[in-house]
């Protein structure tokens, strides 16, 4: 009777044995097809490059279909150089983009920077009249009541009608053109501060009224956080309508700048140079624009920015 119950536990611990062995069995095989699902993934780190040449390759292949178009522009008609010719005649004119043999020839280094300094001036005065403006015209009702029709009259006028105006006033072609720019600067920087000013959420207003804030306090504390990322947007796009008028401007107002030189450059019949001025206006006025567009980046709250 003993030996029979000895030999019922060996035989019962020997199956537990093997049900463990299967147990283990079966993880390990577990184990082995999760290793073996999750190889797929290694395998994709492979070609994290992908996204890379998806941002690269489109605009190369952009430039390059611009490039062919302009060359068979240019065998159709002999009168278009072709970029051959063009890149020849920009490394002979940026070897020395300073020389200076008088007021009326100069490099186009000199005229690239007096018209930065005109849309500069005009640009930072349309700023310090049209953000403060733009605060007071969002922030009173009345104010903008009484705005508003000014605003909706004048915006859609051409810059460029403002131009004799400029002449009329100031009796010179240089601050004429800066008029120029600061009337086709101010209209965006006023209408996007205002409507910041606008949106800026009512309980933020009510809180201000509770805690008897004095309204420089509500300008600088609430007003002007809030309203940072709208102020930018206006002043982004502004800068590109000012570059894009200074260029017209000079070429009716004359003397020395971007402007001028393109219109110097076709009574010359100097197309090559023409065609390099446009793209030097391109890439400059590219550049501005992304520079304020990383700075509305650093100053704008990520809820914004979605």
């Not at 009484?146 to 006033?169: D, E, Q, T």
């Not at 072609?173 to 600061?182: C, V």
């Not at 509770?210 to 102020?231: A, D, G, H, Q």
């Not at 219109?263 to 030097?280: G, K, P, R």
């Amino acid at each position: 009777m003993m030996s029979a119950i000895m030999h019922t536990a060996e035989n019962a611990t020997s199956a537990a044995s093997v049900e463990t062995r299967k147990s283990e069995s079966v993880m390990q095989k577990a184990a082995a097809s999760a290793s073996v699902v999750e190889k797929p993934k290694a395998k994709g780190n492979k070609f994290s490059l992908r996204p890379f040449f998806l941002t690269v390759l489109p605009p190369i292949f952009g430039l390059l279909f611009l490039i062919v178009v302009w060359e068979i522009i240019s065998v159709k008609n002999s009168g278009i150089p072709s970029p051959l010719v063009t890149l020849k005649s920009a490394m002979e004119l940026f070897a020395d983009p300073f020389y200076s043999n008088g007021p009326n020839d100069q490099g186009i280094g000199w005229n690239i920077l007096a018209s930065l300094k005109r849309v500069g001036v005009g640009f930072g005065l349309a700023a310090l009249v049209g953000i403060p403006l733009g605060f007071m015209i969002g922030r009173f009702s009345f104010l903008s009541g009484m705005f508003n029709p000014i605003i909706s009259l004048l915006k859609p006028v051409s810059p460029l009608a403002w131009l004799p105006i400029g002449l009329l006033v100031f009796k010179a072609a240089d601050p004429a053109a800066i008029w120029s720019i600061f009337i086709c600067s101010i209209w965006p920087m006023i209408i996007n501060t205002a409507v910041g000013v606008q949106r800026v959420p009512q309980d933020y207003m009510n809180v201000a009224k509770v805690l008897n804030l004095s309204e420089w306090k509500i300008v600088t504390k609430i007003l002007f956080p809030s309203v940072l990322p709208y102020m930018l947007t206006g002043v982004r796009l502004a800068i590109g309508t000012a570059w894009l008028v200074i260029v017209a401007a000079e070429m009716l107002t004359g003397g020395v700048g971007i402007g001028f030189w393109v219109w110097d450059e076709w009574n010359n019949l100097n197309v090559a140079h023409i065609i390099i001025a446009i793209v030097v206006i391109g890439i400059v006025g590219l550049i501005l624009e992304q520079i304020l567009v990383g700075i509305a980046r650093i100053f704008t709250y990520e809820d914004v920015k979605n």
